[in-house]
């Protein structure tokens, strides 16, 4: 079994300003990169993450019951039985309910309304740190799926909302140490680009606990100010966490 047998369903692989455009996973079915190989360290959440799948999609589609039984070597299908990856693409995506305008940031820190949280389907949501916002969502593009925050190096890195943590590793190219947060069957959040995380695979975490320590965007080793990669994720998709959190 393998250790982080779970994880996914979120990201496909920032560069720059947030992704990076490329995957570890290795490709099985040549271009149409319609089945990857099971790694070492690999989850069920990682994969679907790196992705941009609903983790419930690729646990039906491989006819997996536990998100845990995943085995080094496997072979996942990351598409319909008998769908390719190509026409998978063409599939309209699920309908997603409107979501009132984000109000733009500050460039200032927050202030302590920021930690009032705003519900979204039963999940309260949280700022995870107060610092300004460096980069912004940008829909449909595959460079940028979530909020680049600033703050100092070494700064607590706190959970957004309460949920259980379904990756917790550097396996994703381009996130740098990285945590999933699964906060129920719709709603994922990804912390990335952290000096050090301090809690566990399994581990369930309160709204607004300390779970790691802000870094510096991956390959920027020369950065003085730290940076966290911040996403939410709804059945899969990146969404833009501005409609979430609350106002600054």
Known sequence: MCRM???GLLLGVMTLSGCATGSHFDRWAGHDASAIRVRPGDTLYSIAVANDLDWRDVARWNGIRNPRDLRAGQILRLTPPGQTARAAANT????????????????????????????????AWQWPVN????????????????LILAGQIGEPVRASAAGEVVYAGNGLPG??????????????????????????????????????????RDGRAKDKTGSLLFQIRRDGKPVDPMAYLPSR
């Open 175 to 216: 996130y740098g140490n990285l945590l999933i947060i699964k906060h129920n069957s719709t709603w994922l959040s990804a912390y990335g680009y952290n000096r050090s995380l301090l809690v566990k695979e399994g581990q369930s975490v309160r709204a607004g606990q300390v779970v790691a320590t802000m870094g510096r």
């Open 5 to 7: 047998a779970w994880v």
């Open 92 to 123: 309209p995506p699920r309908a997603v309910p409107h979501q009132p305008s984000a109000t733009k940031p500050t460039s200032r820190s927050a202030s302590p309304r920021s930690n009032a949280s705003v519900s979204s389907q039963g999940v």
């Open 131 to 146: 610092g300004r916002v460096l980069s912004r969502f940008i829909d449909q593009s595959k460079q940028q799926k979530g």
